[in-house]
């Protein structure tokens, strides 16, 4: 086999590859296309603390390693998070803001391990929240500074009753 030979049969191979993970991608976004992520804050929201953020994943309840492509929260990004008396916000670049209202938290704690992303015990915060009546999801997101203060807020705010006070 000639030199020019084999690069073009690498070259088609890599461009085959290339092409499996567009569409592989494209499946995964059309499959979670039913499921939408909260947008906007509530008007009366008061911001108790703002974090800076790399929002990492968002997967199934459980189940780390099995990516949902929910926009706007389908890719990484960097930007703030911020605790408010009514949720959390999460602001990334780019995108239009999330919001997790109080009573879609269902808890909040460290972990280690998601999908494309291992760091040092417990360097991650796992955010497990209700995007529909019927799905649960977990969401990652690793702070830039210490995150135990957020980390309690939140905790805080899965664990607040109901008031029953419309918004």
């Known amino acids: 086999m000639s030199r020019e030979l084999a ?6 191979v890599a461009v085959l590859i290339l092409l499996a993970m567009l569409f592989a991608w494209r499946a995964r976004l059309r499959r979670n296309s039913g499921l939408v992520a909260p947008l906007g804050v509530p008007e009366h929201a008061e ?5 800076e953020v790399l929002y990492v994943a968002t997967t199934r309840h459980d189940q780390s390693l099995e990516r949902l492509a929910i926009r706007p929260l389908a ?3 960097r930007g703030e998070a911020a605790l ?14 999330v919001f997790i209202s109080a009573d879609r938290l269902v808890s909040v704690d460290r972990a280690t391990v ?3 992303r291992v760091v040092e015990p417990g360097g991650l915060v796992r955010i497990v929240w209700r995007i529909d009546d019927e799905t649960t999801v977990d969401s990652y997101l690793r702070f830039t500074g210490d995150p135990r203060v957020a980390i309690t807020e939140l905790q805080r705010l899965c664990a607040a009753p109901e008031t029953g006070e419309s918004e």
């Open 7 to 12: 690069v073009t049969v690498m070259v088609a």
């Open 47 to 51: 911001v108790q603390s703002r974090h």
């Open 75 to 77: 890719y990484r990004a």
């Open 84 to 97: 408010t008396d009514r949720g959390l916000a999460l602001s990334l670049d780019g995108s239009p803001t």
């Open 114 to 116: 998601t999908i494309d």
